[in-house]
């Protein structure tokens, strides 16, 4: 114990605080000869738990903390069980309270290398490290909050403190300055070493097995085995008294948890919570799992929305199992594991909807030409299909994502496919979805030039980019409020579901605005440029405006392949900035390249001119009818109204909601307005 902590026990004592508020923070519990752990009290404050293992030379460590305080803490007590250094961190998953004190470690131990799953130390670099800024803004927010409630003597719910309700504000408001101090000194510590399957250290008599069993709590979680001793450290898989599922891939989870609970363990040490001597516990979580995932599946089949879902699933008894009556696990409980479960395992039986990590696939279109298609090109937020060209020597890309997390999988995607430098990258239009990524290509291609027409790089600068900061001043003000609504136990469960979902969405992508970097196009072509690569042609022309007023088609004559950004886009055609007129036009003379393959700009891989044809044979249906509206004397709004396009929206939609709003948006009004201005023979911006 600190002379801190001996102080402020002491003041609490007189002050005739609460037992608890008394204890010191963690406890350093002997599990085996040069096997400790530090365990703190997960009904007081999220810390991860510490396993410690002392061996012939050198210390091994699984998980580092929520901060560089309570890092330096655990450090502080590895040096009175050992003065041998610290050679390995173990990373068991991305979650802040499991990796932020690597820094303090860094700095403790020079050389010491942080062993994680390879998406894990993606994940960190992507999310944990990353959302810094984010992070500081809340803490600092959440800290004003608490210390008005302890300020007017009465917490969120108004009631007035109790003793034991007032301890726990400020544990909460204190935690929250510790936090806040380290995360202004924070520096990016990533992993080191990865370990996608296994790994054992051998140090002297010790054998350390670091394992993947399957996914679970996230999509890289590693598991620590000390065989001889018996002892494993199982990360977030096992967390107590409540379960984590922020994260979760329910579904796997379970076999997951049948693969940790088949390892013969006497000592098992979980990412939250007290030592525990069986799996007992985990069984305990397996079952809440497999209850929830057939409540869920029960209640999709019966039709029922996410919402409705969330109300329903309520399984009172697995909910008695894990609060045992303790009614300050309630939130916790709800928040990170009743909702959070349902939400996760009701978006894996829902085949429409994909995860983040999973929302694109590569196909092989040609030799050394593959396309990163979309699973659902209609998901929000509407993002964009990438083709990679790879050369004899080099590879040329066309487009980059929608946020820099999307453009990052990307880059993966492309490494697992080759390691020869990209020297082009092409921005086909301005558009969002094509190009705010550039800059995730520039750090990871350094080499790599952008190509776009002129007036695309004009536009990239002024639409593109500009529009982001008052973006992110929008989603500055929104959020807090909704975080606050959210939090608010008057806020009726459906928008309460809702929000859930929708917040972390919104914070990702605040997070994604505040670390964009302008990043423009280097080369333009104005008409045509070709590219020679041994054995390969490609040429990136301009056939004439029609979805925006600069977009660049990429022609590979040889293999007969056209990639035509959103001049052609399915299912649901974009016209918010066309030149209808312009359009048709340009079309076909898309369709008089030589070629027998279409890479749409959105939408799968064409074999065929079916789908250009019939967008084109719409855009001319439109312009006749609004010629004719405009004949009758109407307005654009009556004209917009009597164009319904029911039948074609039908076909393109299929009915669902969603698309249909993308249909209305993005397509019908927009289109009819364009071909509007273009015959009133005004200019079109
Ligand atoms: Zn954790
Ligand atoms: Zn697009």
Same mark, same amino acid.
Request: net charge neutral.
């Given at each position: ?16 605080? $609460?037992?608890? *508020? ?17 365990? +703190? ?30 890092? %330096?803490?655990?450090?502080? &007590? ?30 403790? +131990? $020079? ?16 999310? *944990? ?40 504000? !400020? ?6 300055? @510790? ?11 990533? $992993? ?16 350390? !097995? ?22 494993? *450290? ?9 379960? +984590? ?20 363990? *006497? ?32 209640? %999709? ?25 303790? @009614?300050?696990?309630?939130?916790? +409980? ?13 978006? @894996? ?35 964009? =299909?990438?083709?990679?060209?790879? =050369? ?27 390691? %020869? ?21 520039? #750090? ?16 990239? /600068? ?42 972390? #969405? ?11 970097? $302008? ?17 390969? /042609? ?70 065929? !001119? ?36 029911? #039948? ?15 249909? &209305? ?11 509007? !201005? ?8």
């Amino acid at each position: 114990m600190s002379l801190f902590r001996i102080h402020l026990a002491i003041a609490c004592l007189l002050a005739g605080v $609460p037992a608890f *508020a008394q204890a010191p923070r963690y406890t350093l519990e002997k599990l085996a000869d040069g096997v400790h752990a530090v365990i +703190y009290n997960p009904e007081l404050e999220t810390e991860g738990n510490t396993l410690i293992v002392v061996n012939d030379r050198d210390v091994v460590v699984v998980d580092s903390n929520a901060g560089i305080t309570t890092a %330096k803490m655990t450090i502080a &007590e590895i040096r009175t069980l050992t003065p041998k250094p610290v050679a390995f961190v173990v990373n068991t998953h991305w979650h802040d309270d499991h990796v932020m004190g690597n820094q303090a470690y860094a700095d403790a +131990y $020079p050389g010491v290398q942080f062993i994680a799953h390879p998406l894990t130390r993606q994940d960190i670099v992507d999310h *944990a490290f990353a959302n810094n800024a984010f992070v500081i803004d809340v803490l600092a927010s959440d800290i004003k909050r608490i210390a008005g409630y302890l300020e007017t003597g009465s917490g969120r719910d108004g009631k007035p403190f109790t003793p034991d309700t007032r301890a726990r504000a !400020q544990i909460a408001h204190d935690k929250r300055v @510790e936090m806040l101090a380290d995360r202004k000194v924070m520096r990016a510590v990533p $992993p080191t070493i990865d370990v996608a399957e296994s790994m054992t250290l051998q140090r002297g008599a010790r054998e350390i !097995q670091i394992r993947f069993l399957g996914r679970g709590n996230t999509r890289g979680d590693l598991v620590v085995h000390l065989p001889k001793e018996r002892i494993v *450290a199982t990360g977030d898989l096992v967390v107590a008294p409540t379960p +984590y599922a922020t994260n979760a891939y329910v579904r796997e989870w379970v076999g997951t948890l049948d693969k940790l609970m088949a390892i013969p363990a *006497a000592t098992i040490l979980p990412g939250h919570g007290p030592v525990m001597r069986d799996w007992s516990y985990a069984r305990q979580v397996k079952s809440a799992l497999e209850q929830t995932l057939a409540a869920v599946a029960a209640a %999709k089949k019966e039709g029922l929305t996410l919402q409705q879902t969330t109300e329903r699933v309520q399984l009172p008894e697995v909910r008695d199992s894990f609060m045992k009556g303790v @009614e300050t696990r309630r939130a916790g +409980y709800e928040a990170f594991f009743r909702t959070s479960l349902i939400r996760n395992a009701w978006e @894996e039986l829902d085949a429409a909807t994909m995860r983040a990590d999973e929302g694109a696939v590569t196909t092989k279109v040609a030799e050394g030409v593959y396309a990163r298609l979309r699973k659902d090109p209609t998901a929000d937020p509407v993002d964009a =299909n990438v083709v990679i060209i790879v =050369n004899e020597k080099d590879v040329v890309l066309v487009d980059s994502n929608v946020t820099l997390a999307s453009t990052r999988a990307t880059v993966r995607a492309i490494r697992e496919l080759t390691d %020869k430098p990209v020297r082009y990258i092409v921005n086909t239009h301005w558009h969002d979805d094509h190009v705010l990524g550039n800059q995730v290509y520039k #750090e990871a291609f350094p080499q790599a030039e952008l190509v776009s027409h002129p007036l695309t790089r004009d536009d990239i /600068e002024v639409r593109a980019y500009g529009g982001n900061a008052d973006y992110t001043k929008q989603l500055e003000e929104i959020l807090p409020k909704r975080r606050l609504e959210r939090d608010d136990p008057k806020t009726p469960a459906e928008r309460r579901a809702s929000l859930n979902t929708r917040i972390p #969405e919104f914070e990702a992508l605040l997070i994604d605005l505040k670390n964009m970097k $302008p990043t423009l196009p280097e080369v333009t072509v104005a008409d045509e440029m070709t590219l020679n690569r041994a054995g390969r /042609e490609i040429r990136i022309v301009f056939l004439g405006r029609g979805n925006t007023r600069g977009d660049l088609v990429v022609h590979l004559p040889k293999e007969r392949i056209v990639i035509t950004g959103d001049h052609v886009v399915a299912p649901i055609p974009w016209a918010t900035e066309v030149y209808p007129a312009e359009w048709v036009a340009t079309l076909d003379k898309l369709a008089a390249l030589p070629a027998d393959t279409i890479i749409p700009g959105h939408g799968p891989v064409m074999r065929d !001119q079916q789908h250009l044809r019939k967008v084109q044979s719409l855009v001319r249906q439109v312009m006749a009818d609004v010629k004719a509206a405009r004949g009758a004397g109407l307005t654009l709004e009556q004209a917009t109204e009597k164009i319904q396009l029911s #039948e074609v929206r039908d076909q393109m939609t299929g009915g669902d909601a969603r698309k249909v709003l993308l249909f &209305e948006e993005a397509f019908r009004k927009s289109l009819i307005k364009r071909v509007w !201005q273009e015959q009133a023979d005004r200019t079109l911006p």
